[in-house]
């Protein structure tokens, strides 16, 4: 299974903005208020350059998995741990964007649908194209819809200017202070993107020479999405109301109204948010599993990802009657310990380990 450069790019530019189309906006806003965008803007150059650092440490190992290089790096108990905490990471991406996707099915489109049945029909969905052609298929799937999902999202932020108001960003610093924007930043860019899941896709691409530019500029595009979503919120609904929004960003599309003719452009904005959050399901179901194959290694990775999907679904339906589970998104252990280790600390540390062993091979062939 191999991914063009094209077709990863789209695959971690859809993955990314589906990511910051949902949570860190409104976590920012909480605590930022109008000054919510400066936390984006520092929270995407915090993941712009974990990104690269998660390439370099791909880039020396490029012919090998996550869970084959971090146990050559690492020793077997260690490196399998370590690859145990992604796993963990990865399934809570399923469930959280999932959940999140099935709630706003269930608020905008099937008001009177039971939500389990709206989750087994993703949960299917999703396990069924990774069954059927894995990577492959995803990636397909990804370069077809990835053009009309960035276009749509991208000029939706600009159909209603009559709504915008600058002033309601101002003033700038004084009203929140470093430290609140520093505190926004730190909760925010966590829930920004996944730069994790390039572990194990670059294995997959290609061309591992020109991989690494294709997903820089994969996640540069989000960031910058992210950056104009936030601001023209703050634009048009102002920092009160975009904290307590449940989806920011489809809120957008309720306000456009250009000559009362335009209007409802929500109707193109739902399918195409939902095609992303397939995208972004599938790659997450097919990367855990095909890791879970090597982890333990059980080859038919298949069934592993039917066997995944059907503890996704109980650990969903689980956490939706159970309160503290709800309220997990701002646990300091996740925030100030979890995501820095496997995003920031991490990385480093196996870049570090690669390094000191490329010169060291390169001094013993010298």
């Known amino acids: 299974m191999k991914v063009s450069n094209y077709q990863m790019f789209w695959l971690i530019n859809i993955s990314s903005m589906i990511i910051v189309s949902y949570l860190p906006i409104r976590l920012a806003a909480e605590i930022s208020h109008q000054d919510a965008w400066i936390c984006i803007v520092l929270g995407s150059m915090i993941m712009m350059i974990a990104t690269w650092v998660i ?3 791909c880039k020396q190992n490029k012919d090998k998995t996550l869970v084959n290089f971090i146990k050559d790096l690492l020793g077997t108990v260690l490196g399998k741990i370590i690859v145990a905490v992604y796993f963990l990471n990865w399934f809570m991406q399923l469930s959280l964007i999932s959940k999140g996707t099935v709630e706003f ?17 993703l949960l299917f969905l999703v ?16 370069e077809v819809i990835g053009p009309f999902f960035v276009v749509i999202l991208f000029v939706q932020l600009f159909l209603n200017p009559q709504d915008m108001d600058i002033k309601r960003i101002l003033p700038i610093y004084t009203d929140s202070g470093w430290i609140h924007i520093l505190k926004g930043t730190f909760i925010s860019f966590n829930y920004l993107v996944d730069p994790s899941i390039i572990l194990m896709l670059f294995f997959f691409a290609e061309n591992k020479r020109t991989a690494s530019r294709a997903i820089l500029w994969g996640t540069a595009t989000s960031m910058l999405w992210g950056i104009l979503a936030t601001l023209v919120l703050l634009f048009v609904t102002g920092p009160q109301m975009a904290a307590n929004l449940v989806v920011p960003v489809y809120t957008l599309t309720k306000f456009v109204s250009i000559l009362n003719f335009v209007q409802n452009i929500d109707a193109f904005y739902i399918p195409l948010w939902l095609f992303g959050a397939f995208i972004k399901l599938a790659v997450c179901l097919f990367i855990l599993s095909y890791g879970l194959s090597e982890w333990t290694g059980f080859k038919n990775w298949k069934l592993i990802a039917w066997l995944t999907t059907c503890l996704w679904l109980s650990y969903v339906l689980y956490s939706s009657y159970n309160i503290r589970i709800s309220f997990t998104l701002k646990n300091s252990l996740l925030i100030g310990f979890f995501y820095p280790f496997i995003y920031i600390v991490m990385p480093l540390i196996l870049w570090m380990i690669s390094s000191i062993r490329q010169r060291g091979k390169a001094k013993s062939i010298g």
Not at 105 to 115: D, E, F, I, K
């Open 55 to 57: 390439l370099r440490v």
């Open 127 to 142: 396990a069924y194209a990774v069954y059927k052609g894995g990577i492959t298929a995803i990636s397909r799937c990804a």
């Open 105 to 121: 099915q269930n608020l905008v489109m099937l008001h009177n649908t039971p939500m389990i049945v709206i989750l087994i029909c």
